[in-house]
């Protein structure tokens, strides 16, 4: 529990009160001083939290001892004892910090309330300190968060004022200078334990390519964690020398290595980078961006990109509308020369901004998945949506992005196919059922086709591809079919099964089952009544 310090020149009131204080905190671990200088050589050893001190001691008195205390970091709660009701002696300890001034003797009862109450102040102080660690530990992990946060607003053009005298404390003294852009395009998850281990590694080795002399600074980006900003003072550093980007294709290749792809983009050069951070900031990024047509692992920067770039705007041709009939004939292989001959047809004047050519590629995408609406399934159609909104906006590189929709488009091919045929299957189905309930009306191949919206000579065609024979076949054989059933299970005569089963004339019920079965109606019930006989 809490160690506690008796300091008294008098033995006997020293012993009595520790005697008092084992029985009311037995737990309490007590240590006795006969004055001050013994009191402090004690404390030097052994932590302690309370002290109960008299006044009028030789060598040290009790005041002079509560001075020394008063310097300690985490002083001890100060009790002092005194066998005087002396104004100027409570008042001079009630000066040094002192919790209680009690008189001597004392009483249990008074030691007690006073005991509670530095139990109290000591637990209260503990949890205030807790509070008040707590709070430094926050400001701590805080405070660089809000650095990046400032720097975030610095380089989107959003400070002025107050806010740049605090960015100007947090960068080096620059005036010109510039931003380069670092992307993670990937990481080994074997060598990293997350993204940020892996921007802090890349933080350390980007300012250890560039040097003391890029007097660099780097954060990350907030609506992109994957980029790491830096800014750099071109004042006494090349960023666009050889030597800097030899160093910087090096870094990257020891990257890659260390299981780190990265992109690299340069922003322009700014006389004064702190008022022109934002225009430098832009033109890395629009560099940036075009590693969607260029690829990763690479340095970028738009004196390099514009002579390549058109920025066009997209237009349509003719392969847009072949590639709507191309799906529809479920033709794959022409669907992938197709969707080639858009992607190579859009980059071959120009390379067009990654934005627009990612919308323009989306927009076909969408065209055609609305076109086919009807022919899939409903959850597969809204998946599909979902899918293409969201892998071909976020399509990280050309070449991916095309093998992204020849993908989808071939898997929509697929479930179109597969819907086509099950929608197929289940008409088939409804029809035959449609028959078995209606086969002793007068049914025609004209009205059955009209009941399932089909023209009758596609029908009779459909009908007979997945039957394997025709309707009229197809009726007749359930009636006769019916026909037998009845003449096995009912004494009913046979000119009543014919009207029955859809005949109108007898002779031909009779004709015709002779034909399917080899014997007339009559001859089959007699056959069937001897079978069931002989077999009683």
Request: glycine share 4%; proline share 3%; net charge negative.
């Amino acid at each position: 529990m809490y160690r506690l310090l008796i300091v008294d020149d008098e033995p006997r009131h020293r012993d009595g009160l520790a005697n008092l204080i084992g029985k009311l905190r037995p737990e309490y671990h007590v240590f006795k001083a006969k004055n001050g200088n013994e009191a402090l050589g004690l404390m030097a050893d052994n932590p302690i939290d309370i002290v109960f001190s008299d006044i009028r001691m030789p060598q040290m008195d009790g005041l002079q001892l509560l001075e020394h205390l008063d310097a300690y970091e985490k002083p001890p709660i100060l009790v002092v004892l005194s066998g005087y009701r002396q104004f100027e002696y409570a008042q001079k300890a009630i000066s040094l910090g002192v919790c209680e001034y009690l008189l001597k003797p004392v009483d249990a009862a008074t030691l007690k309330n006073t005991l509670e109450k530095i139990e109290r102040e000591i637990t209260a102080n503990h949890t205030q300190l807790q509070e008040n660690e707590n709070a430094l530990m926050k400001l701590n992990q805080t405070l660089p968060i809000y650095n990046d946060h400032l720097m975030n607003q610095w380089v989107a053009g959003h400070i002025e004022g107050k806010s740049l005298s605090e960015l100007r404390k947090l960068l080096p003294p620059i005036e010109a200078g510039t931003i380069l852009l670092t992307e993670i395009n990937a990481f080994r998850s074997a060598d990293y334990i997350d993204d940020f281990q892996a921007k802090q590694f890349l933080k350390v080795q980007i300012e250890q390519t560039l040097g003391p002399a890029a007097g660099s600074v780097s954060f990350s980006l907030e609506d992109r964690r994957s980029i790491l900003v830096t800014v750099i003072s071109t004042r006494s550093f090349e960023i666009c020398s050889t030597e800097t980007q030899d160093k910087l294709h090096a870094c990257i290749r020891q990257m890659k290595e260390d299981g780190l792809e990265i992109t690299i983009a340069l922003g322009s050069q700014c006389e004064d980078i702190i008022l022109q951070a934002k225009q430098a900031f832009e033109d890395a990024k629009r560099a940036l961006s075009y590693q969607f047509f260029l690829g990763s692992a690479i340095i970028l920067s738009l004196d390099e990109i514009m002579p390549a770039a058109s920025g066009r705007v997209l237009t349509k041709y003719r392969e847009e509308e072949e590639l709507l009939d191309a799906v529809r004939e479920s033709d794959k292989e022409k669907t992938v020369r197709l969707i080639t001959a858009i992607f190579e047809k859009q980059i071959n004047e120009g390379l067009p901004l990654p934005e627009s050519f990612k919308e323009f590629i989306l927009r076909i995408v969408l065209h055609l998945i609305h076109q086919f609406k009807e022919v899939m399934l409903e959850d597969y159609y809204k998946d599909l949506l979902r899918r293409a909104e969201e892998s071909l906006k976020h399509s990280p590189f050309y070449a991916m992005m095309k093998t992204s929709v020849i993908d989808m488009l071939s898997e929509m091919i697929d479930t179109i196919l597969k819907t086509r045929n099950w929608k197929k299957e289940m008409i088939i189905k409804t029809c035959l059922q449609y028959i078995e309930e209606h086969y002793a009306e007068d049914l025609f191949l004209e009205a059955v086709a009209s009941k399932f919206y089909f023209n009758t000579s596609y029908f009779s065609h459909y009908f007979k591809v997945n039957t394997g024979i025709s309707f009229s076949q197809y009726l007749l054989r359930t009636r006769l079919r019916k026909g037998k059933e009845l003449l096995e299970e009912t004494d009913s005569k046979i000119y009543e099964i014919s009207k029955l089963i859809g005949f109108k004339d007898t002779k031909y019920f009779n004709r015709v089952f002779k034909k399917e079965f080899g014997v007339t109606p009559e001859e089959y019930r007699r056959i069937t009544v001897n079978i069931f006989n002989a077999n009683k």
